[in-house]
């Protein structure tokens, strides 16, 4: 069995290494790679790697969404595919962004949070925090893609004047994964960042400039390194769910949580 994650860039990602030690753990005969997608291919074209599963990481999120035959849980409601399984030629899409961003934050027990960006990923998190009453609201520096927020606060960059502080501050965007940039002006967020109580960004792996600003202000932050760990094993689960293979949770939570 051969499963991929599939994204642009691609080569940064560690989930080869978290899929790959589950597999020696449980036992079972499957490998999982990097598959690099050029930003004007088609997405269908995804059918003739003969993939059992995929998990699909930026910019694809959406696309994704589009390109599936179903779509399934939450996944419908943030119109975002992270987790894709392919069926006797259909390509079944879900979303195990959401759920793993909560299991980071929920003994946290936030009131409200701020998203910064509004791709896949942040629409995954709104979607997950609203329906654990936990209000967010996203800024972005475009209003166009804030269009897909409707239901939920939104401002721009330009636009945005905080009337309460909040307990989350959350970075959707790639900034700083592959620079020395921040999310937005540090002007703005160091305020914000100060009055919070806990910083998130969703770039792992490195120390950001997003997470280097929450930390000289003191400010308890996290990479996305465990949200990682969380959406893949939600993702292996439904990967080996959709080849009838049973496994033991315990084994597979250990083999993916120990080796980052």
Sequence with gaps: MQFAVIGNPIAHSLSPILHNCAFKALGIAGFYGRYLLEKD?????????????????????????????????????????????????????YNTDALGFYQCVESLNPKNALIIGAGGSAKAIACILNTKRIPPTIINRSAARLEAFKSFE????????PKIPYDLIINTTPAGLTDSSLPMDSAVLAPLLKASKFAFDLVYGKQTPFL?????????????????????????????????????????????????
């Design 41 to 93: 291919t088609s997405f269908y074209f995804l059918r003739s790697l003969h993939l059992k599963g995929a998990n699909i990481t930026v910019p694809f999120k959406e696309i994704a969404f589009q390109s599936c035959d179903e779509v399934f849980g939450v996944a419908r409601e943030i119109g975002a595919v992270n987790t894709i399984v392919f069926d006797k030629g259909k390509m079944l899409g």
């Design 154 to 161: 939104c401002a721009t960059f330009e636009n945005f004047t």
């Design 212 to 260: 280097n600003l929450a930390k000289s202000l003191n400010v308890t932050h996290s990479d996305g390194k465990q949200m990682l760990i969380n959406q893949a094993i939600l993702a292996f689960e439904i990967f080996m769910e959709s080849q009838n293979i049973s496994i033991n949770q315990e084994t597979l939570r250990h083999s993916m949580q120990n080796i980052l």
